[in-house]
């Protein structure tokens, strides 16, 4: 019969692809597990619970009624020493449904006034002010701000840039 101390290659390569198996889950379960605790306690507020409910921050933090999404600009920048281009996408956070808007931006009342305001705020920046590390978050408030002032009934409550190209 067969010498338990020496095994056939088959039962070798058995043992080697069960240990394989179980060490790749085990990967796969602890990254899993840092990936969660990482969006938990940085990127993602959502999954954080701090129990209170009714507060500012919880309704700060609800996502807006509406999301109007527009067309992409393209603009030219107020560069003065070369022609710079920005393409940016942009879709708008409302804290109401527009009224008399069937499809996003093709049939609202607003949407000439909206893109009119935009390409205003869009067409005074410059390349260099868009690219430092807060230009964006700087970009959006003026937007925002824009629009609530230009046209309040809108209820403009956020600005979310969804596509960002400068050409130089």
Not at 75 to 99: E, Q, W, Y
């Amino acid at each position: 019969m067969g010498d338990p101390v020496n095994k056939s290659p088959q039962q070798k390569h058995g043992r080697g692809k069960l240990i394989l198996i179980v060490a790749g889950a085990t990967a796969l379960l602890a990254l899993g597990g840092a990936a969660y605790w990482y969006a938990s306690e940085h990127s993602l507020p959502s999954l954080r619970h701090s129990g209170k409910v009714g507060t500012k921050t919880a309704a700060k933090d609800a996502p807006p009624a509406v999301v109007f999404q527009l067309s992409s600009f393209v603009v030219n920048l107020a560069d003065p020493d070369h022609a710079s281009f920005l393409r940016i996408g942009i879709a708008l956070g409302l804290n109401k449904p527009l009224a008399g808007a069937g499809e996003p931006e093709k049939d609202s009342p607003f949407t000439p006034r909206i893109r009119d305001a935009v390409l205003g705020v869009l067409s005074s920046w410059k390349s260099e002010d868009l690219l430092a590390p807060d230009g964006r978050t700087k970009l959006k408030k003026q937007l925002l701000a824009t629009l609530q002032q230009k046209i309040p009934e809108l209820g403009a409550e956020d600005v979310y840039i969804t596509d960002f190209l400068i050409q130089r």
